[in-house]
């Protein structure tokens, strides 16, 4: 079935919503498409995903979401649905690098 994922501009800051669990490499790489599209426009200071209710994020968006803070240093943020996946977060140590929140989504 796959993800529902919309992007949305808020003034400076874009926000890509993904629905639905991440689970397979078709779903990675439309969050990874999405992210690339907009760091190419470049308009736009902040990028949100908001991952509303997955309980688990693939190795793979973990490590572009890596690779595009630490060394394309785009300026990304998360905001977790789901207490289970801001938990796999903190405990990978991941929470801080990838500005997680923890939100009601």
Same mark, same amino acid.
């Given at each position: 079935?796959?993800?529902?994922?919309?992007?949305?501009?808020?003034?400076?800051?874009?926000?890509v919503?993904?629905?639905?669990?991440?689970?397979? $490499?078709? /779903?990675?790489?439309? &969050?990874?498409?999405? %992210?690339?599209?907009?760091?190419?426009?470049?308009a736009? @200071? =902040?990028?949100?995903?908001?991952?509303?209710?997955?309980?688990?994020?693939?190795?793979?968006?973990?490590?572009?979401?890596?690779?595009?803070? $630490?060394? /394309?240093?785009?300026? &990304?943020?998360?905001? %977790?649905?789901?207490?289970?996946?801001?938990?796999?977060? @903190? =405990?990978?140590e991941?929470?801080?690098?990838?500005?997680?929140?923890?939100?009601?989504?």
């Amino acid at each position: 079935m796959g993800i529902r994922l919309d992007v949305n501009i808020r003034g400076e800051v874009t926000v890509v919503s993904v629905g639905g669990n991440i689970k397979s $490499s078709a /779903d990675a790489s439309m &969050i990874r498409s999405a %992210i690339q599209k907009i760091a190419e426009e470049g308009a736009e @200071e =902040e990028i949100v995903l908001e991952i509303k209710d997955s309980f688990i994020i693939t190795s793979s968006v973990i490590g572009f979401l890596v690779k595009f803070i $630490s060394k /394309d240093k785009l300026n &990304i943020s998360l905001e %977790i649905g789901n207490p289970e996946l801001y938990t796999m977060l @903190e =405990e990978m140590e991941l929470h801080r690098l990838f500005r997680a929140r923890k939100v009601a989504l």
